[in-house]
């Protein structure tokens, strides 16, 4: 069983900045991808940034040049470091992985990350 713990999120006011870290622990194999979603009151949860096995990135536009995805991968830990953030990046934010040729998938049970005005 593989549980996925998030810590980090909070209150802060815009255009300040909180890092998201989620740990990994249990039956991993052949992890694949580590990433972070979040769903906003009343939206459909969506991809915020993924980072694959061999270090390749990805970041939703809307994030894109003030969130940075990362691992540690001897601790199967990701990080998010949040920039900038404004009060369009309210949500619950969930950590993700992928493992055994993206056959599995686990997520985390979020964390809120809420910024005022």
């Known amino acids: 069983q593989v549980q996925l713990v998030e810590s980090g999120g909070g209150l802060v006011q815009a255009g300040g900045s909180l890092r998201l870290s989620c740990a990994a622990s249990?039956?991993?194999?052949?992890?694949?991808?580590m990433g972070w979603y979040r769903q906003a009151p009343g939206k459909q949860r969506e991809l915020v940034a993924t980072i694959f096995r061999g270090g390749t990135t990805n970041y939703a536009v809307s994030v894109k040049g003030r969130f940075t995805i990362s691992r540690d991968n001897a601790k199967n830990t990701v990080y998010l470091q949040m920039n900038s953030l404004n009060p369009e990046d309210t949500a619950v934010y969930y950590c993700n992985l992928r493992s055994d040729s993206f056959s599995r998938e686990y997520w985390g049970q979020g964390t809120q990350v809420t910024v005022s005005s």
């Open positions: 249990g039956s991993i194999f052949n992890i694949n991808a």
